[in-house]
């Protein structure tokens, strides 16, 4: 390693273990950088504008708008009671309307944060009145949150398509059935602790009347992923002009259909949509210099190589290439860290013959999981601010939820066809 790359490196990880916000971090490593590499440090601003001049990274935006006015119009409220009216009879029924309630936001949000926050500002107090500890509901809220990341559209598949320069359609496809088998792996999770613990259902099945009348409220709640998805599959319209479709259709659906969502509300929702998409342009912006400076160092190959010279044998080394990404995904934004690996991952899977679209579904989710890891998962600080509860007693509960994404991780490693079954037929 040269000079440059290790005090590089050396400065991001004192300050990242120091506490100070990643963006930051990635910024101030690159100046250092730069210093000792004696670049002119104009250079700096040159990557950071570069690292966000791209059409595609356009969608990211207009997802987190969506999300937040879906949630401001009622759309999410809607979704969960679609989904408590069809298993609150089961037992751990309540459990299993947070994991599908996440599930078709995830639809329409893209985000492991907005889909936490969603969902577990309703469910959280909800299963505490009917019985569950608190920590429980909120262990569930943030190990429901990364599926916003599988499930398309989802913003890190976004993210790795411009990284790995993939089609973000393909990627689209190569979440939704990992997606669905965490879902339904959480839900068995939920029967069995609500068995444990007693909490039987007490709620009678919901009547046909009562189920119809919960879907028809929340047709157009349940239309949005429809239209989203639809139209990038169909080829109507690409990903980035689906994003910006999503907008309008929340907007008029919020505010003249269910007509929860009223024009004083625009500013403060469009406030939080900016704050959230200026961290993340942010984090993109410091995470492309930073990712540049040590490509010219060539770390990339550096790392590659040496992965590579641990064993000649294939499970071995996709083995270690989990692990390695779950400990980063539990530490670094999953962002900024798909940005700076990106060289390094995408050499690795060319060497071991993976197909591009696997490779990205195995980074994407290894990094979703670590939204949820202890101990600076982001779905977890909300799971936190939600319940007022301290991470310690969130991750006690959350064991056997990782333990369950865990898993399909390593199902989706070893099975290609999981991920890659339904973008063949794109082919």
Not at 15 to 27: H, S
Not at 54 to 66: D, K, N, Q, R, W
Not at 180 to 187: D, E, F, H, P, T
Not at 342 to 350: C, D, E, N, R
Request: glycine content about 10%.
């Amino acid at each position: 390693m040269s000079e440059t790359a290790l005090a590089t490196v050396v400065v991001f990880l004192v300050l990242m273990f120091g506490g100070l916000p990643i963006a930051i971090t990635l910024g101030f490593a690159s100046v250092v950088g730069l210093y000792v590499a004696d670049i002119d440090m104009v250079v700096l601003g040159q990557r950071l504008l570069s690292g966000t001049q791209s059409f595609t990274l356009l969608a990211i935006p207009g997802f987190v708008i969506t999300g937040d006015l879906m949630m401001q119009g009622g759309l999410s409220s809607r979704l969960v009671r679609i989904c408590h009216t069809l298993v609150q009879h089961v037992t751990g029924g309540l459990g299993m309307v947070t994991v599908l309630s996440a599930s078709f936001f995830a639809a329409i949000s893209g985000s492991a944060p907005a889909t936490t926050a969603a969902i577990g500002s309703i469910m959280i107090p909800e299963m505490e009145k009917n019985g569950y500890p608190k920590r429980f509901p909120t262990a569930l809220a943030t190990a429901s949150g990364p599926i916003g990341q599988m499930i398309p559209p989802s913003i890190p598949m976004v993210i790795w398509g411009v990284v790995s320069e993939q089609s973000i359609t393909k990627l689209f496809l190569a979440g939704i059935i990992p997606g669905a088998l965490i879902a339904a792996g959480l839900m068995v999770v939920c029967y069995f602790y609500a068995r444990k613990m007693g909490i039987g259902s007490s709620v009678r099945r919901a009547t046909r009347k009562e189920l119809f009348s919960a879907l028809n409220d929340g047709k157009w709640a349940l239309l949005a992923p429809f239209v989203i998805l639809g139209g990038i599959y169909s080829g109507i319209f690409t990903p980035t002009e689906a994003a910006a479709v999503g907008v309008t259709y929340a907007l008029i659906i919020g505010l003249f259909v269910y007509k929860e969502l009223k024009v004083k509300d625009l500013y403060s929702v469009l406030l939080q949509s900016c704050r959230t998409t200026g961290i993340v342009c942010f984090i993109i912006a410091a995470a492309s210099a930073f990712g540049w400076l040590m490509a010219i160092e060539e770390l990339p190959s550096t790392l590659t190589n040496a992965i590579l010279s641990v064993s000649s044998n294939e499970i071995v080394i996709l083995l270690m290439l989990n692990l390695m990404l779950l400990f980063i995904g539990a530490i670094m934004d999953n962002i900024a860290a798909m940005i700076i690996l990106g060289g390094v991952l995408t050499s690795i899977g060319a060497n071991l013959g993976l197909d591009p679209i696997h490779l990205g579904a195995i980074v994407v989710i290894n990094f979703a999981i670590g939204m949820a890891t202890p101990p600076f998962g982001y779905s977890i600080f909300i799971g936190s601010a939600i319940s007022k509860l301290s991470i310690e007693e969130i991750s006690k509960s959350l064991a056997p939820m990782l333990l369950v994404q865990i898993i399909v991780l390593f199902l989706i490693t070893f099975i290609p066809s999981i991920t890659l079954t339904l973008p063949s037929l794109l082919d």
